[in-house]
């Protein structure tokens, strides 16, 4: 057999092998593959003094066509609404911009504890600021994005209130930074002021005690004794009978009586001892006033003025006087400078 028969044998053969494991029709056919077909003599060959054909396949360098190639994405975050974007990892740093409903950034790293990223973002120092990873949807974000260390957090603003205290706001302007139990009884204080000043109960005119209003005509708040009051009342009543008509018109006195004159005009006819009670009373009537010893704002029996600040008439009981004072004089140490 010569040597030309046996390579076109063997290429034969080697085809009719391939036919058998090509692919239906109807399935994709994949890209052709070239053989190298290389013959080599063997020891023992089949027709004596001729070479035995041994086959080596040697596939092709080329490259398959027409595939799908992967591609790679980059590290993202989308804004799940209208989000603040920040100069560090943390509420505490200062907002340095914002990313509406649906706006993407590259993300460049993430924080420690991976619940912040850190993405690219113009208005930021260096083109870079951080987002809350719970306002974002995240894609493509690798196992290996870089750790950021975080900026030194910023101090709060000065006269805000340092952790685990409140301001007070007994009035708007109220910044002594005080606990939350604190700040909730000044609260109730003020709810009850009202109810705790003696003015509430008779208004502004209220008698200390001992006194009442003398009431020797409408409106006559002058404080008295009970019986001085009593004796009004029935001097009142006793009037017409000790008028008669005489030198000082019709409403002139019987013999042993005068003029009352608890008020210019009161021709009320009593004795001169009640005329002379009467003028002491009179005298005397500021100084029996509950409110004439502390102002309109006189505190009920058991309560004194808080005095948080100057003018605070708000009637609180001791205890609350006394750490009232204890917060004020504080207040440096509970507020950052």
């Not at 685990?164 to 700040?183: E, F, M, N, Q």
């Not at 009467?278 to 004439?292: I, L, P």
């Not at 704002?297 to 205890?319: H, K, L, M, Q």
Request: glycine fraction near 8%.
């Amino acid at each position: 057999m010569s040597r030309y028969r046996l390579v076109s044998s063997a290429t034969l053969i080697l085809l009719a092998a391939l036919a058998c494991n090509l692919p239906q029709a109807s399935a994709p056919v994949a890209p052709p593959v070239e053989i190298t077909v290389i013959i080599t003599n063997t020891a023992a060959p089949l027709v004596p003094g001729a070479p035995t054909a041994t086959f080596t396949a040697i596939p092709s360098a080329i490259p398959p066509t027409g595939l799908p190639t992967a591609t790679a994405c980059s590290p993202t975050v989308t804004a799940s609404s209208s989000i603040n974007v920040r100069s560090g990892p943390g509420t505490v740093y200062t907002v340095i911009g914002s990313m509406s409903t649906g706006e993407t950034a590259g993300a460049a790293g993430k924080s420690n504890d991976g619940t912040w990223y850190y993405i690219n973002f113009p208005g930021g120092s260096g083109g870079y600021g951080w987002v809350s990873g719970s306002v974002v949807s995240a894609a493509c974000i690798p196992p290996t994005l870089a750790v950021i260390a975080a900026p030194p957090t910023p101090l709060p603003a000065s006269g805000t209130c340092r952790d685990g205290y409140v301001w007070r706001l007994i009035t708007p302007s109220d910044k002594v930074c005080v606990t939350p139990a604190a700040k909730a009884q000044a609260e109730a204080d003020n709810a009850a002021a009202n109810s705790r000043k003696i003015v509430n109960v008779y208004g502004m005119d209220a008698c200390i005690s001992g006194y009442v209003w003398r009431e020797a005509y409408s409106g006559d708040v002058v404080c008295v004794t009970p019986a001085t009051r009593s004796q009004a009342a029935s001097d009142n009543a006793a009037a017409a009978a000790r008028w008669v008509v005489g030198a000082y018109g019709p409403h002139t006195c019987i013999a042993g009586y005068v003029w009352r004159e608890a008020r210019p005009g009161d021709d009320v006819c009593v004795t001169g001892t009640v005329r002379s009670q009467t003028a002491a009373d009179n005298a005397a009537a500021g100084s029996r006033k509950a409110v004439n010893v502390y102002g309109v704002n006189a505190c009920i029996s058991g309560y004194v003025w808080r005095e948080a600040f100057a003018g605070d008439y708000v009637c609180v009981t001791p205890a609350v006087k006394s750490q009232v004072a204890a917060d004020n004089a504080a207040a440096p140490s509970h507020t950052w400078p």
